[in-house]
């Protein structure tokens, strides 16, 4: 029983490159959330998911930054030409919803950016 | 706009006494609150949670306390072992329960706990 799986666990870029990551949620989950940490902050909420739908995408920066959440194959959030800010740890969470009173996120273990 | 807080960037206890993890939150719309633990090269996992209906919840050794008039909760860990050295996130979701709506989950910035064998 799989938990939420996240692809690369570090990724190094260049500026002006893009970077792609990948998440893969729990069996089961519909719902996928991304999350960025910049060093010494909390977890910032960028967008929410479901399959081929964006429903809350205002956390994520209007401009380089895009997620999507296909019918198959994992959730992936997308940076272009990536500038030294963008360096942080990305992490995704998925859920079932099937109780709204009692969400709670599983967590994968995060991709960590670099931004050179 | 920091709507939950931690206050306490790091707090260091002896193991066996007991560690209090404080949140302040703003937002009077927040009607549940977890606790997430991360420890370094991991995700968050889900520690404890409740509901503003309540004012405690007690899981084992954690218990969370909620004081809505003060807008405050707190994570007691008693007694405090070394493995629960880790980042402590508290969290917060409002309203959408009872419609079925969707819970933005927003999170402080965590305090790290150190147990000191």
């Known amino acids: 029983n799989a938990g939420v799986m996240q692809n690369p666990r570090h990724l190094v870029r260049r500026r002006g490159q893009e970077a792609r990551l990948r998440c893969s949620p729990m069996?089961?989950?519909?719902?996928v959330y991304w999350y960025r940490q910049l060093p010494e902050e909390g977890l910032k909420f960028m967008v929410y998911l479901q399959k081929e739908n964006i429903i809350d995408e205002s956390g994520m920066p209007k401009e380089r930054f895009s997620a999507e959440f296909p019918k198959e194959g994992p959730s992936i959030l997308r940076i272009q030409q990536v500038v030294r800010g963008d360096s942080a740890a990305y992490f995704c969470?998925?859920?079932?919803?099937?109780?709204?009173?009692?969400?709670?996120?599983?967590f994968g273990s995060g991709t960590q950016l670099s931004v050179l | 706009d920091q709507q939950v807080k931690q206050n306490s960037p790091s707090l260091s206890v002896q193991e066996g006494r007991i560690s209090i993890l404080n949140c302040d939150y703003t937002?009077?719309?927040?009607?549940?609150f977890l606790w997430y633990k991360k420890y370094p090269a991991e995700g968050p996992t889900f520690l404890i949670s409740i509901s503003s209906i309540k004012d405690k919840n007690e899981d084992g050794r954690f218990t969370v306390f909620l004081n809505k008039s003060a807008k405050h909760l707190s994570l007691h860990i008693v007694p405090s072992q070394p493995g629960d050295s880790a980042v402590y996130f508290c969290?917060?979701?409002?309203?959408?329960?009872?419609?079925?709506?969707?819970?933005?989950?927003?999170f402080g910035t965590g305090t790290k706990l150190q147990v000191i064998p």
């Open positions: 969470a998925s859920s079932t919803r099937l109780d709204a009173t009692n969400e709670k996120l599983f």
């Open positions: 069996k089961g989950h519909s719902h």
């Open positions: 937002n009077s719309m927040f009607d549940y």
């Open positions: 969290a917060a979701s409002a309203g959408g329960g009872y419609s079925g709506g969707y819970q933005k989950v927003t």
